[in-house]
Structures are given as C-alpha cells and as structure tokens.
C-alpha cells in the first residue's frame, strides 16, 4: 500500500485531490491541515477507510515532525499556504511563514523513504506576463507580491533538496481553479454567489483584465495522473508542469456570462483597482498538461453550470 500525506487537504485543492486518491484502494492517505483556512466540511464524504484527517501546522516542526514520523509516507503532496488575494495582501507575514512549511516538509522528506514531493506553486510567480502563453521555461519569473516570492522560495527549496539530497520533486503551478467547493472569496465563487443573490457584481478597474479558468476536475485529473505516471513510469520527475486553462476571458466577460447563465439580475459595479497583485493577462502554455489529461478540457460555460448543479455550492 502506497502511504501518502496532503498537507492543506482540508482546503478546496487539497481535499478534491484527497477524494481522488482515496478510490485507489492502494492508497493510505492521511490528510493534515491547520484549518486555518480549510474546512473540515470540505473533507471526503467517501466511505473508504483509507484515509485519516489530522489537525495540523506544518509550520510547526513539532506538530509536523510527528505525523511523518509515525506514518512514513511514500509520497507528500505539499498544498498548504495561504491563500486568497485578499488574505494574501492583508497579511504578508502569515504568507512568509510558510517557508518554513518548505524546510519542515523537505527536512523530514530527504530523511525518511519519501519518493517525491508533489508542490503547488502558482501562476502568479510569473509576475506581469512578458511572454504568452506562460510557459514553465521560457516565461521569467517577476512578480514581487509576497505570495508569489514565497511560492517562488518553494519552488528554489524543492530543487536545491533535490540536487543537495537527491529529494524528488514535482512542482505544480496551478492557474486559477474553480469548482463547487471554492471559498467565496475568489473570483469565479464571488461572481456566481452574488450574481444568484442579484446583489451587484464588483469589479476592480475596467475588467479588461483577462484570466484562464481550470474546472477541479481537470486540475485534479492531471495532477492524479501526473502522480500515477510517477508511480509506475517515473514520469515529470523533477519537472514543473503548468496546471490551467488555455481560453482566455476578460473579468468584464466572466461577470456578463456568469449573469446571463444564472439568468441574474445583478448589474456590473466598477471599483477602483487594486494597489498590486493583479496582473493584466494570465496564459499558461500547457502542453504538459494536456498529454497528462489526454482529454478535452471543460468549456467554462458547462464549469459554471456544473457549479449551480452541485448542492455543495447551492447551500
């Protein structure tokens, strides 16, 4: 049995990975998470008895140390930060913190029979786009919020372990991901909440900004895959694979298809842009992704739909 620890996996990824893997009846997964953040209601529903939650800070060496030494786990998914552009510029610190997430994780990693640690970096290292699409090489990394330079320190910890321990790695950059169980307090969540509510959608400065939306399922279907090739192939060893959508839209667009889906009454309010952190264009190259998904992705509009179907969001 292939033992496996998700740390964050009370948080919306994080758990709809957990689900994933706990269908494999090969797998052990132990699920940890500060619940900071996360939600204990976001955990599996599923009656397999292949997995366990913790409460935990894997910030703390201690609280951390403890579960990797009882458990000895094969594989890590590395998925605990703080998230949330708001939370993120509020509280810059709290978002430093997490390095030493990295040293505990990678420190207790390279000293037990970990095979690889899984990473979910983010798009927003690649800071204000110079080339497009974003591609996990040639694009170079520029942002300076603290968010994205601490996903950035984890993305450096992951391969200096490797290249000084031999540590194995897989660092995930996820693009923005979207799906029933997302807090309220990201984009595609707000906009469906407020637009079924009929309150106003807010928007920050012209909404011509455009993004890329990843349903949960294609975000989790590729990285499960990604995790499976490692386990019998050893594929994307040491690799960074970009996690996202290629169809781009604009804020301004998402707010109309969105009101027009819910068939809303909403109307589009302007707010003044935000001071830092959001970058004009995001448009990840995944090329990577798509041979690991070996499927079409889902059009954003049946994402939407998916989303008011699910009584998860509904409630």
């Not at 030493?100 to 800071?127: D, Q, T």
């Not at 170079?140 to 910890?157: F, M, Q, T």
């Not at 194995?168 to 969540?189: A, C, E, H, L, W």
């Not at 969105?258 to 970058?279: V, W």
Request: aromatic share 10%; with cysteine.
């Amino acid at each position: 049995m292939r033992t496996i620890l998700i740390t964050g996996g009370a948080g919306f990824v994080g758990s709809c990975l957990a689900e994933r893997l706990i269908w494999d009846p090969e797998n052990y997964v132990v699920i940890v998470d500060d619940l900071s953040t996360g939600d204990i209601s976001k955990l599996p529903k599923a009656p397999q008895t292949n997995w366990r939650f913790i409460k935990c800070n894997v910030n703390d060496y201690r609280d951390i140390a403890g579960i990797m030494h009882s458990f000895s786990f094969d594989y890590v998914f590395h998925y605990a930060a703080v998230v949330g552009v708001h939370r993120t510029q509020m509280h810059p610190v709290s978002v430093l913190r997490d390095i030493s997430g990295f040293e505990n994780i990678l420190n207790l990693s390279k000293n037990s029979h970990v095979k690889r640690v899984f990473f979910s970096s983010s798009s927003e290292v690649y800071g204000e786009p110079v080339d497009l699409p974003q591609n996990e090489y040639t694009t170079p990394l520029n942002s300076r919020v603290p968010y994205a330079v601490v996903k950035n320190i984890g993305e450096a910890y992951l391969k200096s372990y490797h290249k000084e321990y031999g540590l194995d790695y897989t660092i995930f950059r996820f693009f923005n991901t979207y799906g029933p169980k997302q807090s309220r307090d990201f984009v595609m969540s707000k906009f469906i909440s407020m637009a079924l509510k009929d309150q106003n959608i807010s928007i920050f400065g012209d909404g011509k900004q455009s993004r890329t939306f990843c349903y949960i399922d294609d975000n989790v279907d590729a990285c499960y895959n990604n995790f499976m090739n490692s386990v019998i192939k050893n594929d994307n060893v040491n690799d960074i694979i970009n996690i996202g959508n290629d169809n781009e839209i604009t804020i301004m667009d998402l707010a109309v298809k969105i009101i027009e889906i819910t068939n809303s009454k909403s109307k589009i309010a302007h707010r003044p842009p935000l001071q830092e952190g959001d970058m004009q264009r995001r448009l990840p190259d995944i090329t990577k992704m798509k041979k690991l998904l070996k499927r079409d992705l889902l059009p954003i509009e049946d994402g939407i739909k998916k989303i008011l179907a699910n009584p998860l969001f509904i409630k």
